[in-house]
């Protein structure tokens, strides 16, 4: 069974830009959740998309955002891109949602903001 | 709030035990995780543990988790060069996100 699939693997863009990630989930995976890890922040949760919908939300402005396809692939977007957005931002996919239901991590990508 | 805490460091003689705590603040989580983090690659699964439980154990691993102290720790026995990596304790509680601690960078020599 193939895992979770990002892309592109790396990218870099400049201050100003915008950004689009793309995550597809396991085979048969529903819930698709997006995480961005940097040295400083450590990995923090953006948010969780269900069936299409998004379930549960971090703490970023409203420049992050996502939507999910009905084929559960999930893409995020970042607007007007700024320094401290550069990260390796992770993308996980679960059967279902909720607390009871594994996470499987995506290898990230990694996105450097000049 | 939500919050978890880790050591930054850890360097084990290759066949030492290896010993990495956490503690945590949420009281309502139910699920405690363990995940570890090579070079250049996402995060992978290691164990979880359920709240009602105070010990789970798999293979080389070993949780133990106190809940009235909020304290969860992995055990890795005979530690291998393999084994080096970031290790990352994670809770779930009533809001359903997933957070994570600082990471351990659990390095191994010979």
């Known amino acids: 069974k193939a895992g979770v699939t990002q892309t592109p693997r790396y990218l870099i863009k400049t201050r100003g830009q915008q950004v689009t990630l793309s995550c597809s989930p396991i085979s048969g995976h529903r819930s698709v959740s997006w995480y961005q890890q940097t040295p400083g922040q450590g990995l923090q949760f953006l948010f969780e998309y269900f069936s299409e919908t998004q379930r549960n939300k971090g703490n970023f402005p409203g420049r992050f955002s996502g939507r999910q396809f009905s084929n559960s692939r999930s893409e995020m977007n970042v607007s007007t891109l700024e320094l401290g957005d550069s990260a390796l931002y992770l993308c996980?996919?679960?059967?279902?949602?909720?607390?009871?239901?594994?996470?499987?991590f995506g290898p990230g990508t990694r996105l450097t903001v000049l | 709030g939500e919050d978890v805490e880790q050591s930054l460091f850890l360097s084990v003689r290759e066949g030492d035990s290896s010993v990495i705590n956490c503690t945590y603040t949420d009281s309502s989580s139910t699920y405690l995780y363990w995940y570890k983090q090579e070079p250049g690659a996402g995060l992978q699964l290691l164990t979880y543990i359920f709240s009602n439980m105070d010990m789970k154990q798999d293979q080389r691993l070993t949780v133990l988790l106190n809940k009235k102290d909020k304290h969860l720790s992995l055990r890795i026995a005979d530690t291998q060069t393999g084994d080096s990596a970031i290790y990352f304790c994670?809770?779930?509680?009533?809001?359903?996100?997933?957070?994570f601690g600082t990471g351990t960078r659990l390095q191994v020599f010979p």
């Open positions: 994670a809770e779930r509680g009533d809001t359903d996100k997933l957070i």
């Open positions: 996980a996919s679960s059967l279902g949602s909720g607390t009871y239901n594994e996470q499987f």
